[in-house]
């Protein structure tokens, strides 16, 4: 998937029903495997993004998303 397509997804996730934590982690988790993570540092990234979803809104990630 190229970016422009995978900017297109999230967006039309963020605007739908079938957005979910679940599916973001599952992102990050195929994510992890395509850059040869190791399972440490892939549950550490995921403990992350987990602590980022009790403490940032959807708006305020994709606010960060498209500012960086």
């Known amino acids: 998937m190229k970016e422009g397509q995978a900017v297109n997804a999230l967006s039309a996730l ?4 079938t957005w979910s934590n679940a599916a973001c982690c599952g992102y990050v988790l ?3 495997k395509n850059l040869g993570y190791t399972k440490q540092e892939s549950r550490n ?3 992350a993004v987990n602590a980022a979803f009790e403490n940032y809104t959807i708006q305020q990630a994709e606010k960060e998303y498209y500012r960086t």
């Not at 963020?14 to 029903?17: E, I, K, Y």
């Open 14 to 17: 963020l605007d739908s029903d």
């Open 30 to 32: 195929l994510a992890c």
């Open 45 to 47: 990234l995921l403990e």
